[in-house]
């Protein structure tokens, strides 16, 4: 079954860090660009970050440069968000997508709750 699956989310308090896994089945995933997307409470969903086929381009929100981190493991079918310095607005559920010419792979999402 084509599929992504996120996991990794919590309640953290203000300053801590978390790290998303996101886990591909059933595709080539090193031919699909992959990204991390979030959505909070009463919001549109936005970008937070992406990364290149290869992994050696990536593109973030400005509301998470610096903080942020996303990497892939090409041989583990596996793209990663490493999430430091959290702040309560990060609060949101966060997707994983796989993109690849018009083809779209969206995982149900895993929740990250930053609040002391």
């Known amino acids: 079954q084509v599929q992504v699956v996120e996991s990794g989310g919590g309640l953290v308090q203000p300053g801590g860090s978390l790290r998303l896994s996101c886990a591909a089945s059933a595709f080539t995933f090193s031919t699909y660009v992959m990204s991390w997307h979030r959505q909070g409470s009463g919001k549109e969903r936005e970008l937070v970050a992406s990364?290149?086929?290869?992994?050696?381009?990536?593109n973030y929100a400005d509301s998470v440069k610096g903080r942020f981190t996303i990497s892939r493991d090409n041989g583990k079918n596996t793209v990663y968000l490493q999430m430091n310095n959290l702040k309560p607005e990060d609060t949101a559920v966060y997707y994983c997508?796989?993109?690849?010419?018009?083809?779209?792979?969206w995982g149900q999402g895993t929740q990250v709750t930053v609040s002391s």
């Open positions: 990364i290149s086929k290869p992994g050696d381009e990536t």
């Open positions: 997508n796989a993109r690849s010419f018009g083809r779209s792979i």
